[in-house]
């Protein structure tokens, strides 16, 4: 299994050898808080104020700014690919996200990543699973998240989308809000949606990429080694090579994480 971070943390993606990284806009809020990259929020402020308009205009592009410029230092110190999201907002808009999506890809143009570097990262609605169909066509790769069902995940797959990203822990979340549990990583329900999804997709040979999302503990990433991509953040990769004694081996025997 292929690690890789959910992190905007470049530091911990430098420490932690993943193939990937995977961001959204509240791990990118966290990067953006953290003094050691003000130079990369500082550029993305001058560039907002040259650019005048509304002052609400300014901050939604200065937010697309900010996630390809960590996007593209993220890319540059991993071998795979990048994760960059489009704003919820447009979840339930086929043509926006579309033209969002182009616009994210000439925004790493510019800062000299290609398209073959990055993935975007699209909700899994109706509208969203749509506008992935027609960016595929286009060779702009997908991934498509907040996958909760294997509807959701069978409709991806017909769509050619590239990779998925099934959600772990919010379905535990939302078992455990309702009175279930207590879960072991065999037990969450979490775990045993991505499970009928990975075996659903080997079982019909799907070639779209499987990547578990959303973890809560070390026990769900257990159950789930095996799948073909997990995307951790660094606290719980340290916890696992904890609890781990031999994971620095096992995490990195060609250079990138793996477990
Ligand atoms: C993955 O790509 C998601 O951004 C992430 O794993 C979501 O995790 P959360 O449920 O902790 O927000």
């Known amino acids: 299994t292929v690690v890789v971070a959910d992190t905007g943390d470049l530091d911990a993606v430098r420490r932690l050898k993943p193939q990937d990284c995977t961001t959204n806009p509240t791990l990118l809020l966290k990067a953006v808080e953290n003094p050691a990259y003000a130079a990369i929020v500082e550029e993305a402020l001058a560039w907002g104020r040259s650019q005048g308009g509304s002052r609400e205009g300014a901050v939604a592009a200065i937010c697309d700014r900010l996630a390809v410029a960590f996007g ?57 699973i749509r506008a992935a169909e027609i960016l595929q066509k286009e060779g702009i790769d997908c991934n498509l998240t907040l996958l909760f069902s294997q509807v959701q995940a069978q409709a991806c797959a017909e769509a050619g989308v590239f990779l998925i990203s099934p959600f772990v822990g919010r379905i535990l ?16 329900p979490g775990v045993l949606s ?13 070639p779209t990429v499987v990547m578990g999302a959303s973890f809560r503990n070390i026990g769900e ?13 660094p606290a719980l990769l340290d916890e696992l090579a ?14 990138v994480a793996r477990i």
């Open 221 to 233: 990433i257990e159950a789930l080694a095996g799948c073909d991509r997990l995307t951790i953040s």
């Open 72 to 128: 593209a230092e993220l890319a540059r110190l991993v071998p795979g690919r990048v994760s960059t999201e489009v704003d919820a907002d447009l979840s339930f808009d086929t043509a926006a996200t579309v033209e969002k999506a182009r616009a994210i890809v000439g925004a790493y143009k510019e800062r000299g990543i290609g398209r073959e570097r990055i993935l975007i990262k699209i909700a899994s609605t109706w509208e969203g």
């Open 242 to 255: 904890k609890a781990e004694g031999e994971l620095p081996r096992r995490l990195s025997p060609d250079g």
């Open 194 to 206: 991505v499970r009928r999804i990975y075996e659903s997709y080997k079982a019909q040979g799907i």
């Open 173 to 188: 979340d939302w078992h455990v809000k309702n009175g279930g549990g207590p879960y072991t990583g065999e037990t969450d």
